[in-house]
């Protein structure tokens, strides 16, 4: 009996830590669908307004595993759209997907692709899933990424107007190329309420992305906090 009981203790151990990871993470989620509730109606952001296909558009869909995760890029959005091609059967391991392929997403099934009665069966049914990351850090995160790099999308297209409208005597390569966007003027232009060219969802809120006023996430992930919330 001496051996039984000495066999049996780590595993009540380890027992015991799954059932207190399990409380602090239910814990942690409790404490962050309350701070979003409570700034919800600080703002009044969901005030009997109706969910559209708009409003579900950037929400993948996994029926088989019945789970709905909504895209916020530059919060792990990549490895989570590879994780879900693979619950899809579309890829046999995370590690055989190009980064392409998961940038476009183009392979998994989004929300707004359903019919009405579609969207909201899957809504009300499956687990709904978000992570997001510290404001400042993303913004930070997609400036370096978009314009500290070359790119032939985001310089042609953002730079330029960028350039253009806040730098004072820009040079007329500058102009052309759109090329060395400062972060000071990558600011100017967040702040400008009558800015020159639109939104980008790298840098856009995650109140128009994913609706969190209006759809009830069951999960709310931080990237900084990746690896306990997965």
């Known amino acids: 009996s001496m051996n039984s009981s000495v066999l049996n203790l780590p595993t009540l151990k380890s027992e015991d830590r799954n059932s207190n990871k399990w409380k602090s993470l239910y814990q942690i989620q409790r404490e962050r669908k309350q701070i979003m509730r409570e ?3 600080k703002y009044k952001s969901n005030n009997r307004r109706i969910i559209t296909p708009y409003h579900v558009s950037r929400i993948f869909v996994e029926d088989k595993y019945r789970v709905l995760y909504c895209e ?32 476009y997403g183009n392979y998994l099934k989004r929300l707004d692709g359903f019919d009405h009665k579609g969207i909201y069966h899957r809504l009300n ?19 370096r990424d978009k314009f500290e790099h070359p790119n032939n999308y985001y310089h042609p297209v953002f730079g330029k107007a960028i350039i253009s409208r806040y730098r004072v005597n820009a040079t007329k390569e500058a102009l052309r190329t759109g090329s060395g966007v400062k972060f000071k003027e990558f600011i100017q232009y967040l702040l400008d309420v009558h800015r020159p060219v639109g939104m980008d969802i790298h840098w856009d809120h995650v109140n128009r992305l994913c609706s969190p006023c209006l759809i009830d996430y069951d999960f709310v992930g931080k990237f900084e906090s990746m690896e306990e919330d997965a």
Not at 134 to 143: G, I
């Open 39 to 41: 700034t919800c109606s």
């Open 72 to 103: 916020v890029p530059k919060a792990g959005c990549s490895n989570w759209k590879r994780v879900l091609m693979v619950l899809n059967g579309l890829a046999s391991s995370t590690k055989d997907i190009q980064h392409n392929t998961v940038h």
């Open 125 to 143: 049914t499956y687990t709904k899933m978000l992570f997001i990351r510290e404001p400042f850090e993303k913004l930070v995160s997609a400036f």
